[in-house]
């Protein structure tokens, strides 16, 4: 009895660390609750060659230009080989965001080759990616805009050479491949600072600031191109977190009921033991932090479903364990352990589910195969030791004395099917009589 | 209330037929007549594609569905798709029903949604756009190779542990309890998708696995129990005397878990959000089977080879 009552506190404290958590920790809540955008990037080079270092400096952009939307709580994560999944809660103007995040800064500098007795653009080496910071100034001669650029070391050696080697020569600018303007060097820059002038129509003040507001925000190292798109507007959210708060409450009230009309004493304990698991669960999801979303309010309520099973399997073999006329803590002792194959077997088949769902899933699976397994383990634990240690407190030991708690019948009682057991398996269930 | 199994096993074989035949016709009707030969009608999470969805403060009548699918048209956008969904907002906002419009990918700076928004525009009084998903067609493809490859490493994932738990052939019984399954939900949305436009989605996969897992659980259960009587009766009764008790004593037990959780899930289809709707409804349906194909048709399937290798069980 004292291991029980210790049982009972230990209980109680998880019960209140849980209450604070749920208090203190906020709620996080999916996009498709609050409302917002989920955007898949991909990088899309030309070569069609994706390495880590090119997915970490798109990342790194991303967040840059990501961050620059103004918006709090963005997310930015890499998923896959080469996608990023991109999460804004609540933009005004989404697809001004989505141009803005799509856009590419590809900044190359180019000198002149000969192809097959042809003139083109080749390859230099300099690109974007050795640009320090670029800024916005004007022209001091005809006070047009250009965009002012400044190399890192690297880049201003890179600079110093190529203009070196290209005295007398044109160096084209091209941005986003797209020719800006190819001026003769005319002596080599070793100042590391160059500018972009729109050629000979110049640029828009809109033009060369969205320039250096890409250059700056980081160049995308490759062009990415958004392959899915999620938007929720902030009214179907609020709806069905309404709707599934009403939903959640009447099916749970439903449960109860049920429970104590088809199982009375014990249903009254699967239910205040319910009651400590939804609260161990809910404090769970926000020590972890797991992101709720519609799909997993859905796992987490199937999890209650699953929680409900495996008292309604420990009430149900307990009952026949009375039928068969033990005494209550004899009933009750072999009820959970042979319960507990089938819940173990069971819950296990369903952990496989998950984890196969977690790792192949989309994200919206993910969440539900998240939810379900966290719900899963922790109804193991509250039905074995929750609902175990308030059965033995609430009817201790001796014999059954009011058949009708258990909704029995006094007539019913030591007619059961009766087991032949060995001793060993009675000496393993606690079979004493 | 006791249950005869064993006697009326090739009735309850035949009842299964009878709930699995029309699906499987209208699978098989599907296959040939739509464009994607698919048994369901597979929505963009598959097929890659742009669903635009706009609450709206009216009831949407079936002009109105006629004069914006033409609007449509006009505009340049061909064979969009379009369905209502009714709601009964909860809360005080006004949206009375969202009216989902389903075109092909729309890329990144095409003018068509602007397009699509400003037809829906001209149709109804200031409509609110509430819900966009976009998803390029080489990613659908993905999703649904992906889709497929999770169903079956859950199944093999599971018969491998009821194989190293109980016997292959128990494994077997389950597995093909949800194949069951699986086929009865599947069918009854590919007759949805016939009659009403019912398309399947990543969430529908995600509940067809929910419901695997569950009648799983229904099947072990039962399973479990026939384990443990033939330890103490297998010398004293027949194997189908013992599945029958076995089947009678978890009855209470399958049936009260089923319906506990369909409580919660009529509570969610008939209150929750209209987002979940079908995903919910799969779950009843495959909820439902499952504990049908566990009690009946799975035991069927166990007595009857047993039966056939009697004289080796001691």
């Known amino acids: ?433 | 209330m006791k249950l005869d199994i064993v006697k009326n096993k090739f009735i309850f074989l035949a009842l299964s037929a009878i709930l699995l035949i029309p699906g499987i016709a209208a699978m098989i009707y599907s296959m040939i007549t739509y464009d994607t030969h698919t048994p369901v009608r597979v929505g963009i999470d598959y097929t890659g594609g742009t669903t635009l969805q706009y609450g709206v403060k009216e009831e949407i009548s079936n002009n109105k569905l006629a004069a914006v699918r033409s609007g449509l048209e006009e505009a340049g956008l061909e064979n969009p798709s379009l369905q209502i969904i009714n709601v009964n907002s909860a809360e005080d906002s006004d949206l009375k029903a969202i009216l989902s419009i389903r075109t092909k990918f729309i890329e990144e700076g095409s003018d068509d949604q602007a397009k699509v928004t400003s037809v829906v525009d001209s149709q109804f009084e200031a409509p609110e756009l509430v819900q966009v998903a976009s998803v390029g067609p080489t990613l659908g493809q993905e999703l649904f190779k992906n889709s497929l490859i999770a169903l079956s490493l859950a199944l093999l994932g599971i018969v491998a542990y009821l194989t190293f738990r109980f016997q292959f052939d128990y494994a077997l019984a389950a597995i093909l309890g949800l194949v069951h399954d699986t086929i009865f939900v599947l069918g009854v949305f590919s007759i949805l998708g016939l009659y009403y436009g019912v398309q399947i989605d990543a969430l529908f996969v995600t509940a067809l696995l929910t419901v695997i897992g569950f009648s799983v659980h229904d099947t072990i259960v039962v399973f479990d129990r026939v384990r443990e009587n033939l330890k103490y009766y297998s010398k004293k009764m027949t194997f189908g005397e013992i599945m029958n008790a076995s089947i009678n004593q978890t009855l209470a037990r399958s049936i009260n878990t089923s319906l506990t959780t369909l409580i919660t899930l009529a509570a969610l289809y008939f209150f929750g959000g209209v987002t979940t709707k079908d995903f919910v409804l799969a779950m009843i349906l495959g909820i439902a089977i499952g504990t049908y194909s566990s009690i009946f048709f799975c035991s069927s399937l166990i007595e009857i080879w047993e039966d056939k290798k009697t004289p080796a069980r001691v």
Not at chain 1, 63 to 81: A, F, I, P
Not at chain 1, 151 to 177: H, Q, R, S, W, Y
Not at chain 1, 253 to 273: N, T
């Open chain 1, 1 to 433: 009895m004292k291991n029980k009552l210790i049982m009972f506190w230990a209980i109680v404290l998880i019960v209140i660390a849980s209450i604070v958590t749920i208090c203190v920790k906020p709620t996080k809540l999916g996009l498709d609750l609050v409302g917002g955008s989920r955007l898949v990037l991909e990088a899309a080079p030309t070569n069609g060659i994706v390495t880590p270092d090119m997915m970490s400096s798109l990342q790194f952009a991303i967040e840059n230009r990501v961050n620059k939307l103004g918006v709090s709580e963005t997310v930015v994560q890499r998923s896959g080989d080469k996608r990023l999944v991109v999460e804004i809660p609540d933009v005004s103007d989404l697809d001004q965001a989505k141009a803005y995040l799509g856009e590419t800064a590809e900044l190359e500098f180019k000198k002149p080759i000969m192809i097959s007795d042809v003139e083109a653009w080749g390859e230099t080496g300099l690109t974007g990616k050795d640009l320090a910071k670029a800024n916005l100034t004007t022209n001091s001669q005809n006070g047009q805009w250009v965009v002012g650029l400044e190399f890192n070391g690297e880049g201003a050696k890179k600079f110093a050479d190529l203009t070196k080697e290209l005295v007398g020569k044109p160096m084209a600018i091209f941005f986003n491949g797209e020719l800006q303007s190819a001026p003769r060097v005319n002596e080599p820059i070793t100042g590391g600072s160059a500018v972009i002038t729109g050629g000979d129509s110049g640029f828009s003040y809109d033009e060369a600031k969205k320039m250096v507001d890409l250059l700056n925000a980081g160049a995308l190292p490759v062009p990415a191109k958004i392959i899915e798109e999620n938007t929720v507007g902030p009214t179907l959210g609020a709806d069905s977190i309404a709707k599934s708060k009403i939903a959640g409450a009447i099916g749970l009230g439903f449960v109860m009921l049920f429970m104590i009309a088809y199982y009375r004493a014990p249903g009254i304990i699967a239910d205040i033991a319910l009651i400590i698991y939804g609260l161990i669960l809910f404090a769970l999801f926000k020590a972890i932090p797991v992101t709720l979303t519609l799909a997993g309010i859905a796992g987490f309520i199937l999890s209650v479903g699953m929680a409900v099973d495996a008292n309604i399997l420990i009430f149900e073999r307990t009952k026949e364990e009375l039928k068969a006329g033990r005494t209550l803590f004899t009933a009750i002792n072999s009820g959970f352990d042979r319960a507990f194959t089938s819940i173990f077997d069971s819950n296990m088949t369903t952990i496989i589910t998950c984890v196969i769902l977690y790792s192949l899933g989309t994200s919206i699976v993910k969440g539900f195969a998240l939810t379900l397994a966290i719900g899963v383990i922790v109804s193991m634990f509250s039905a074995i030791t929750v609902t175990k240690n308030f059965m033995h407190l609430v009817f201790g030991t001796g014999q059954l004395k009011h058949p009708e708690w258990f909704g029995l019948r006094a007539d019913e009682i030591g007619e059961g099917f009766k087991a032949v057991e060995t001793q060993r398996e009675k000496a393993k269930f606690g079979i004493l009589d």
